[in-house]
């Protein structure tokens, strides 16, 4: 689910794993707040779509879809595109977005999906991932949906980030949960993720049968700088975001002879 990400004036350490993450407590704020925010209407989202390219026609599976606006962009590139999200009132606002005929369906990453083998062409988890301790099981079922030739397009809180603002700082090549407090309209959100280094990211995706094909570090729209002028010098110059492009060996029928 793309999130906005501005790196926390405090780090509340003491966040209730139980009550964390909880989208479906402040749905409709976040999905106004990442509409039209820096990071994700002039940094992330162009940057996914950039990645994804020419997607007319393509099956698409949205991991993480959130409110759906990523959806609807790929939708209108000419992609069929279905998401899953694990909040119920973030896919009844992509509902609302999309329309009634919309796939979409809740469904947790950490389980087992509801799509048969090959059933997708492309994957795009934007900022999903970074909530799982362990991607293991996560990766192998997102490669099972792809066919053969699919590519996974995903995006993470760079690990740099993470590691910078943590209090005490960690080992770098742990893998460390952290957690803080987003305010959206008055209202306290307790959020955990997990921080991995990137040496942990890229073997995950290789030992769950992936090939790495890119690894970003974009740039915001040039146009977000005059919207966005005591920001953007911050985005443009500090890692925020980490993007891969992946993609299951063309040849594949269960394993990669």
Known sequence: MARETDVPES???SVDRAQANDYDSFAEAYSA?????????YYERPAMLALAGDVAGRRILDA????GALSAALRDRGALVTGIDASAGMLALARQRLGDDAALHVADLSDPLPFTDGAFDDVVAALVLHYLEDWGPTLAELRRVLTPGGRLIASVDHPFVAYSFQDPRPDYFATTSYGFD???????????FWRKPLHAMTEAFTTA????SVISEPQPEPDAR?????????LSTKPCFLFFVVEV???ATGSDD
């Open 11 to 13: 780090i509340a350490q």
């Open 209 to 212: 049968g992936f090939r790495l």
């Open 226 to 234: 005059e919207l966005f002028p005591d920001q953007f010098h911050d």
């Open 64 to 67: 993480g879809c959130g409110s």
């Open 33 to 41: 707040e990442n509409e039209n925010s820096l990071v994700n209407a």
């Open 182 to 192: 987003w305010w959206f309209n008055g209202q306290l959100v307790p959020m955990r």
């Open 249 to 251: 060996p063309p040849s």
